[in-house]
């Protein structure tokens, strides 16, 4: 029996454990994958007692995701790029770190779009951690025009200067707001709206134009009220289930070769949200 898992603080809540599983299951593998809950100061010591144990594979969460990197023996190009690992793959005994959020979200983000992104003009809200993959996912799949909001304007920055290309541009709210008829998509990327706080929304929707995308990476509630604006408004709109499931789902493919039925892991997890 293998062991994988997912370590974070606090990780209680997390879904990972029931997708995981049932996938192991449904494929005939014999896998079992239990959530860790490690503080920051017990990281060193979980990761090598993972070596010790010889665990797998593991994903990563809220707080590790940066820190991980330096107890790991090798970390991919993309994850690097992005500053953060999520998926951790033992290979006969080397920990590598990958990161599937990005290209997770860009996959369940193809199913929704009508318009071709490399037409598209796209605005991401937030540069934090999540904005990182979104961004390198997009800017590696090709998109007409890249726009970044931030509440601190240096991070959107930095991640503008992480690509120095042309397409890419730093915007404040305000101007966001006031040419929002320039844009194909919007992604929230921040945590703006997310349970407690259900009543925020990260901008205004006031005057988006019809069939715009509205993708908020956020998935608890499963319908923002950002979301339920912009669906007033006429826009298609994406929650953040479809990233979650495909992230789990690309780092389960590293880990076991195989592809698990994400129509089914969406239900199971969408059966825990309800
Ligand atoms: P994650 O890994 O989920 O992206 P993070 O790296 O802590 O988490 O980034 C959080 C993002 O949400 C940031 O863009 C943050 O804005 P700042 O860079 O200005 O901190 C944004 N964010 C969080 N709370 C916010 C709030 N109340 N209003 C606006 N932006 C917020």
Same mark, same amino acid.
């Given at each position: 029996n293998k062991l994988y898992g997912i370590i974070g603080y606090?990780?209680?809540? !997390?879904?990972s454990p029931l997708m995981h599983n049932d996938a192991f299951l449904q494929l005939g593998l014999n896998g079992y994958y239990h959530a860790f809950n490690v503080r920051e100061d017990q990281l060193k010591e979980t990761i090598a007692a993972f070596r010790v144990l010889n665990v797998s594979g593991f994903n990563v969460t809220i707080p590790h995701k940066v820190s991980i990197m330096k107890y790991l023996d090798e970390v991919d190009v993309e994850a690097k790029q992005i500053g953060a690992v999520n998926t951790v793959v033992n290979v006969d005994g080397r920990l590598i770190g990958y990161n599937t959020d990005g290209k997770g979200y860009l996959k369940s983000l193809l199913e929704v779009i009508v318009k071709p992104l490399e037409e598209s003009t796209v605005l991401v809200i937030g540069a934090g951690g999540a904005a990182r993959g979104v961004v390198s996912a997009l800017m590696n799949y090709g998109v007409a025009q890249l726009m970044i909001a931030n509440r601190t304007d240096e991070k959107a920055t930095q991640i503008k200067n992480d690509y120095g290309q042309k397409n890419i541009e730093v915007i404040s709210f305000e101007e966001a707001e006031s040419n929002i008829? $320039?844009?194909d998509i919007l992604i929230n990327t921040t945590s703006v709206g997310m349970s407690p706080n259900?009543?925020?929304?990260?901008? !205004? $929707?006031?005057k988006i134009k019809q069939n715009v995308v509205l993708s908020d990476l956020i998935y608890n509630p499963l319908k923002t009220r950002w979301l339920q604006l912009g669906e007033e408004k006429g826009a298609i709109i994406h929650n953040g289930v479809g990233m979650f499931v495909e992230q789990g789902a690309l780092a389960f493919q590293k880990w076991t070769g195989l592809n698990p039925d994400t129509k089914k892991m969406k239900e199971i997890v969408l059966k825990q949200l309800g």
């Open positions: 606090p990780i209680g809540h !997390s879904m008829g $320039v844009f259900i009543e925020n929304i990260p901008l !205004s $929707v006031e």
